[in-house]
Protein backbone atom coordinates (compact mmCIF):
# COMPACT_ATOMS: atom_id res chain seq x y z
CA UNK A 1 0.00 0.00 0.00
CA UNK A 2 1.46 3.35 -0.92
CA UNK A 3 2.05 5.57 1.63
CA UNK A 4 -0.68 8.28 0.51
CA UNK A 5 -3.33 5.58 0.65
CA UNK A 6 -1.76 4.22 4.32
CA UNK A 7 -1.68 8.04 5.38
CA UNK A 8 -5.73 8.33 4.22
CA UNK A 9 -6.69 5.15 6.19
CA UNK A 10 -5.03 6.26 9.47
CA UNK A 11 -7.01 9.86 9.01
CA UNK A 12 -10.12 7.91 8.06
CA UNK A 13 -9.53 5.53 11.53
CA UNK A 14 -8.97 8.32 13.41
CA UNK A 15 -12.01 10.21 11.68
CA UNK A 16 -14.34 7.23 12.57
CA UNK A 17 -13.05 6.90 16.30
CA UNK A 18 -13.53 10.34 17.00
CA UNK A 19 -16.54 10.46 15.42
CA UNK A 20 -18.26 7.32 16.72
CA UNK A 21 -17.01 8.64 20.14
CA UNK A 22 -18.19 12.13 19.91
CA UNK A 23 -21.97 10.91 18.69
CA UNK A 24 -22.03 8.93 22.39
CA UNK A 25 -21.78 11.98 24.36
CA UNK A 26 -24.37 13.63 21.46
CA UNK A 27 -26.71 10.67 22.25
CA UNK A 28 -26.04 11.58 26.15
CA UNK A 29 -26.98 15.44 25.87
CA UNK A 30 -29.86 14.53 23.48
CA UNK A 31 -31.30 12.06 26.34
CA UNK A 32 -30.71 14.76 29.29
CA UNK A 33 -32.49 17.48 27.15
CA UNK A 34 -35.46 14.58 25.89
CA UNK A 35 -35.35 14.38 29.69
CA UNK A 36 -35.59 17.79 30.48
CA UNK A 37 -37.33 19.22 28.02
CA UNK A 38 -40.42 16.52 26.96
CA UNK A 39 -41.38 18.51 24.47
CA UNK A 40 -38.29 18.69 22.55
CA UNK A 41 -39.42 14.70 21.08
CA UNK A 42 -42.78 16.54 19.62
CA UNK A 43 -41.32 17.09 16.60
CA UNK A 44 -37.80 15.74 16.38
CA UNK A 45 -35.47 13.18 18.40
CA UNK A 46 -33.03 14.82 20.58
CA UNK A 47 -31.07 11.31 21.29
CA UNK A 48 -30.49 11.12 16.96
CA UNK A 49 -30.27 14.46 16.22
CA UNK A 50 -27.26 15.63 18.86
CA UNK A 51 -25.81 11.95 18.06
CA UNK A 52 -25.68 12.37 14.01
CA UNK A 53 -24.11 16.45 15.08
CA UNK A 54 -21.27 15.43 17.37
CA UNK A 55 -20.84 12.49 15.38
CA UNK A 56 -20.25 14.64 12.31
CA UNK A 57 -18.12 17.48 13.95
CA UNK A 58 -16.24 14.69 15.72
CA UNK A 59 -15.04 13.27 12.62
CA UNK A 60 -14.22 16.08 10.93
CA UNK A 61 -12.23 17.04 13.96
CA UNK A 62 -10.40 13.95 14.35
CA UNK A 63 -9.37 14.27 10.19
CA UNK A 64 -7.80 17.64 11.10
CA UNK A 65 -6.25 16.48 14.59
CA UNK A 66 -4.81 13.78 12.15
CA UNK A 67 -3.67 15.77 9.28
CA UNK A 68 -2.32 18.45 11.85
CA UNK A 69 -0.34 15.77 13.65
CA UNK A 70 0.72 13.86 10.45
CA UNK A 71 2.20 17.45 9.58
CA UNK A 72 3.65 19.10 11.95
CA UNK A 73 4.62 15.69 14.18
CA UNK A 74 5.26 13.47 11.19
CA UNK A 75 8.92 12.38 11.55
CA UNK A 76 8.83 11.33 15.32
CA UNK A 77 7.84 7.94 16.77
CA UNK A 78 4.64 7.59 18.54
CA UNK A 79 6.89 7.53 22.12
CA UNK A 80 8.58 10.80 20.95
CA UNK A 81 5.90 12.51 20.94
CA UNK A 82 5.29 15.51 23.09
CA UNK A 83 1.77 15.04 25.30
CA UNK A 84 1.49 18.56 25.47
CA UNK A 85 1.73 19.32 21.50
CA UNK A 86 -0.46 16.62 20.57
CA UNK A 87 -3.29 18.26 23.03
CA UNK A 88 -2.37 20.98 21.33
CA UNK A 89 -2.70 19.57 17.71
CA UNK A 90 -5.96 18.30 18.75
CA UNK A 91 -7.33 21.58 20.28
CA UNK A 92 -6.45 23.48 17.20
CA UNK A 93 -8.00 20.46 15.02
CA UNK A 94 -10.96 20.76 16.65
CA UNK A 95 -11.70 24.26 17.15
CA UNK A 96 -11.45 25.00 13.33
CA UNK A 97 -14.15 22.89 12.97
CA UNK A 98 -17.11 25.22 13.97
CA UNK A 99 -14.75 27.90 12.48
CA UNK A 100 -15.18 26.52 9.26
CA UNK A 101 -19.01 24.97 9.77
CA UNK A 102 -19.73 28.70 10.31
CA UNK A 103 -18.30 30.41 7.10
CA UNK A 104 -20.21 27.05 4.90
CA UNK A 105 -22.68 27.61 6.91
CA UNK A 106 -23.38 23.99 8.17
CA UNK A 107 -24.82 22.37 11.09
CA UNK A 108 -25.80 23.82 13.99
CA UNK A 109 -23.70 27.17 13.42
CA UNK A 110 -25.54 28.77 10.40
CA UNK A 111 -26.81 32.18 11.70
CA UNK A 112 -25.00 31.35 14.54
CA UNK A 113 -23.77 34.45 16.53
CA UNK A 114 -20.17 35.63 17.37
CA UNK A 115 -20.33 34.55 21.07
CA UNK A 116 -22.29 30.98 20.31
CA UNK A 117 -19.85 29.99 17.77
CA UNK A 118 -16.99 30.68 20.56
CA UNK A 119 -18.80 28.69 22.93
CA UNK A 120 -18.75 25.88 20.24
CA UNK A 121 -15.33 26.35 19.57
CA UNK A 122 -14.58 25.93 23.51
CA UNK A 123 -16.60 22.75 23.83
CA UNK A 124 -14.98 21.59 20.68
CA UNK A 125 -11.35 22.39 21.59
CA UNK A 126 -11.22 21.17 24.51
CA UNK A 127 -13.36 17.21 23.31
CA UNK A 128 -10.45 17.58 20.60
CA UNK A 129 -7.32 17.83 23.42
CA UNK A 130 -9.12 15.34 25.33
CA UNK A 131 -9.74 12.88 22.62
CA UNK A 132 -6.12 13.86 21.58
CA UNK A 133 -4.38 12.69 24.04
CA UNK A 134 -6.28 9.75 25.15
CA UNK A 135 -5.48 9.13 21.33
CA UNK A 136 -1.87 9.10 21.14
CA UNK A 137 -2.09 7.41 24.78
CA UNK A 138 -4.12 4.50 23.68
CA UNK A 139 -1.20 4.26 20.63
CA UNK A 140 1.43 4.13 23.14
CA UNK A 141 0.01 1.25 25.38
CA UNK A 142 -0.74 -0.86 22.19
CA UNK A 143 3.23 -0.57 21.59
CA UNK A 144 4.01 -1.47 25.09
CA UNK A 145 6.09 -4.81 24.56
CA UNK A 146 5.39 -7.14 27.66
CA UNK A 147 7.42 -6.40 30.95
CA UNK A 148 7.66 -2.36 29.69
CA UNK A 149 6.55 0.31 32.16
CA UNK A 150 2.65 1.89 31.83
CA UNK A 151 4.66 4.93 32.84
CA UNK A 152 6.22 5.56 29.56
CA UNK A 153 2.68 6.80 28.03
CA UNK A 154 3.14 9.53 30.36
CA UNK A 155 7.09 10.28 29.64
CA UNK A 156 7.33 13.96 28.23
CA UNK A 157 10.33 13.44 25.91
CA UNK A 158 10.50 15.87 23.60
CA UNK A 159 9.08 18.69 25.78
CA UNK A 160 5.64 21.11 25.26
Known amino acids: MGKLLRRLRGL ?14 GAGIGLIIGIVEPDAW ?27 LSLKEGRKRLFDLSLGRVVLWGLVGSAAVPIIFSMLGVLGVAGASL ?7 MVTGFLGGTFASGSVAIARSAQLKPGEEMGLLLDDPAGF
Open 12 to 25: AGVGVTWGAMWAGI
Open 42 to 68: RWTNPVLDWAYGMGLYGFVSGIGFGTL
Open 115 to 121: VEVIEVI
